[in-house]
C-alpha cells in the first residue's frame, strides 16, 4: 500500500485547507485511515480517524468541531477538511492505514495501530 498526501500550503489563521490521502495497492475499504500531525519539537499526535468498518469518524479534542474526515471510496481517497486554522495547528500532517481492518474503536488512536504511512505534508497557519 502506497498512500500520497497532499493539499498542505500557507494558510492565514481562520482559513481552511482539504489534505487529501491517496491510497494505491489496496482497495479494501474496510481499513481505517488515520490522520496525524507533528509540530516541531512536539511528538506525533492524532488528529482524526475514518473507520471503513462502520464509516465512524474520531477526532481528538483539540479538533473541536473544526476538522472533518471523509472518503470517497470510488476514488480510494481520504479528506482531511480544516476549517478555523490555528497557528497551533502548524505541523507536517501525515495518513496511515491501519494494520487490519478489524481495528476497534478503542485503539484507533494509537499510531502503532497503523502500517502504513504517507510522506506528509506540511501544513503552516500563519497569526
Known amino acids: 500500500v502506497q498512500l500520497q498526501a497532499s493539499g498542505g500550503g500557507l494558510v492565514q489563521a481562520g482559513g481552511s485547507l482539504r489534505l487529501s490521502c491517496a491510497a494505491s495497492g489496496r482497495t479494501d475499504s474496510r481499513y481505517a485511515t488515520g490522520w496525524f500531525r507533528q509540530a516541531p519539537g512536539k511528538e506525533r499526535e492524532f488528529v482524526a480517524a475514518f473507520r471503513g468498518m462502520n464509516s465512524n469518524t474520531y477526532y481528538a479534542p483539540f479538533v473541536k468541531g473544526r476538522f472533518t474526515v471523509s472518503r470517497d471510496r470510488a476514488r480510494n481517497t481520504d479528506y482531511l477538511q480544516m476549517n478555523g486554522l490555528d497557528p497551533e495547528d502548524t505541523a507536517v500532517y501525515y495518513c496511515?492505514?491501519?494494520?487490519?481492518?478489524?481495528?476497534?474503536?478503542?485503539?484507533?488512536?494509537?499510531?502503532?495501530?497503523?502500517?502504513?504511512w504517507g510522506k506528509g505534508t506540511q501544513v503552516t497557519v500563519s497569526s
Open positions: 496511515a492505514v491501519s494494520r487490519s481492518p478489524g481495528i476497534i474503536a478503542g485503539r484507533i488512536r494509537d499510531s502503532a495501530e497503523y502500517a502504513y
